[in-house]
């Protein structure tokens, strides 16, 4: 059963608004909270992070949202740019153990 | 240098075959994963070495070998596969285990035929 889920396959954006991804988790311990980055033929690349004691983390145009009770997760990219064409994967985890990955979501930003 | 590097970038074998999946860093990190992504699927997590010790094989076919030289290098031994375990097979490595932000290779395609 997946603990971490990505319902949006994809999503396209015009160059210069706003983008933001989705995230749902169902374990109320992961602690902690990754957006990586991924472009094709290339490996994941961390993008940002949020820890759980926090319900936000920006990190110049990329911010992360999280609502516990919701457990609810975004990222919002603005603007949003055509180099941010990739497929963005969400992952979470428990204290020192290792990360769930959702299936990714592959975003389009149209010039 | 690239941080984390995997070859073959593709790689074709037949069911009867054995081959190997290489993973190099040059990051001097401690810790070295092997995960599995296969179509439609999140990415799983095969196997964790920390130190060259393996700490964590999350119930995969034992026709999947991983091996850990030393803390740089880290192999996936494959034999008598199957179609299904054709994926994209990518390597990590992080500063020390379960550290949050994974470093990844560029991964290996493999098509089981």
């Known amino acids: 059963d997946q603990q971490v889920k990505q319902n949006s396959p994809s999503l396209s954006v015009q160059e210069g608004r706003i983008s933001i991804l989705n995230c749902d988790y169902t374990?109320?311990?992961?602690?902690?909270f990754l957006w990586y980055k991924k472009y094709p033929a290339e490996g994941p690349t961390f993008l940002i992070s949020?820890?759980?004691?926090?319900d936000k983390n920006e990190d110049g145009r990329f911010t992360v949202f999280l609502n516990k009770s919701a457990k609810h997760l975004s990222l919002h990219i603005v603007p949003s740019q055509p180099g941010d064409s990739a497929v963005y994967f969400c992952?979470?985890?428990?204290?020192?153990?290792?990360?769930?990955f959702g299936t990714g979501t592959r975003l389009t930003v149209i010039p | 240098e690239t941080g984390v590097t995997q070859t073959p970038r593709h790689l074709v074998m037949g069911m009867t075959n054995k081959k190997s999946l290489k993973c190099e860093q040059h990051?001097?990190?401690?810790?070295m994963y092997w995960y599995k992504q296969s179509a439609k699927k999140p990415l799983e997590l095969m196997f964790v070495?920390?130190?060259?010790?393996?700490?964590e094989n999350n119930s995969v076919p034992s026709r999947f070998s991983p091996e850990c030289p030393n803390s740089s290098h880290l192999f996936l031994h494959l034999h008598t596969l199957q179609p299904e375990d054709s994926a994209l097979y990518l390597c990590?490595?992080?500063?020390?285990?379960?550290?949050?932000?994974?470093?990844f290779g560029q991964g290996t395609r493999l098509t089981v035929v």
């Open positions: 992952a979470a985890k428990t204290g020192a153990n290792n990360l769930f």
């Open positions: 949020i820890s759980s004691i926090k």
């Open positions: 374990n109320s311990m992961f602690d902690y």
């Open positions: 990590a490595s992080s500063p020390v285990i379960g550290n949050t932000e994974a470093f």
């Open positions: 070495y920390s130190l060259e010790e393996r700490v």
């Open positions: 990051l001097g990190h401690n810790a």
